[in-house]
């Protein structure tokens, strides 16, 4: 079954320092994965994906993430965090035959400063 | 672009009762809506699949009478939840997909209330 995994319920930074949201995931075949990122009682903004192509993806609000195949992962970052991406953040994976996203469960994210 | 949109936000209503949540995908078409389910603090549910002029697909677990899909345009599925109860209350979101680039677009969600 196709599945991300998402080690930390929180992360914790200081403002302008980097960040990184950790997801891994277990598919069979290529795998498409997401990220989106919800505020507090909102539906999900759509980040970033990976479909194919450079391993680096570079999406919405300067966040990237880099698809790493050998380690099945694709970890968010951001060079410099800011207070305002304090934020609940959500790795997924479409399953289904392409239809369905499977979602992880999610890293709470808090940027102080 | 790729905006969708809930109605309504929040909605309180009395056990028993049935209530009516609008998805519209606004500046682009969606042959495919979504609805999930999230409580709090916890991850998205996926409740069933809504298909375009065809009958919705719901996950293990999910009653299809009590939670009534309707997707009878190509910007418009509705979910409505029937004989609300309280553990009904939940976070209702929506989403539509781009078949083209296969990225589902979320509406902000609907926060119902069953007293």
């Known amino acids: 079954a196709q599945s991300v995994a998402q080690p930390e319920d929180q992360v914790n930074v200081a403002e302008g320092n980097p960040l990184t949201v950790k997801c891994t995931y277990s598919?069979?075949?290529?795998?498409?994965l997401f990220w989106y990122v919800q505020y507090p009682n909102r539906g999900l903004q759509f980040l970033l994906k990976y479909i194919t192509g450079d391993n680096l993806v570079k999406g919405s609000y300067g966040f990237e993430a880099e698809f790493n195949k050998s380690q099945t992962s694709f970890h968010l970052k951001k060079p410099s965090a800011l207070v305002s991406d304090s934020a609940l953040y959500f790795c997924a994976v479409l399953t289904g035959g392409g239809n369905k996203l499977t979602f992880g469960t999610g890293t709470q994210l808090k940027v102080e400063l | 672009g790729a905006v969708v949109s809930q109605h309504p936000s929040r909605v309180i209503c009395k056990s028993g009762t049935s209530v009516k949540i609008e998805c519209r995908s606004l500046d682009f078409q969606a042959t495919t809506m979504f609805w999930y389910r999230q409580f709090p603090k916890q991850s998205l549910m996926l409740m069933a699949t809504s298909n375009e002029g065809s009958k919705a697909t719901y996950e293990q677990g999910v009653e299809k009478d009590k939670f009534l899909i309707n997707h009878a345009s190509l910007t418009l599925s509705t979910l409505t939840v029937t004989s609300a109860h309280p553990e009904d209350s939940s976070f209702y979101i929506c989403?539509?997909?781009?078949?083209?680039?296969?990225?589902?677009?979320f509406g902000p969600g609907t926060r119902l209330t069953v007293l």
């Open positions: 989403s539509a997909r781009i078949s083209s680039t296969d990225t589902q677009y």
């Open positions: 598919v069979s075949g290529n795998p498409y």
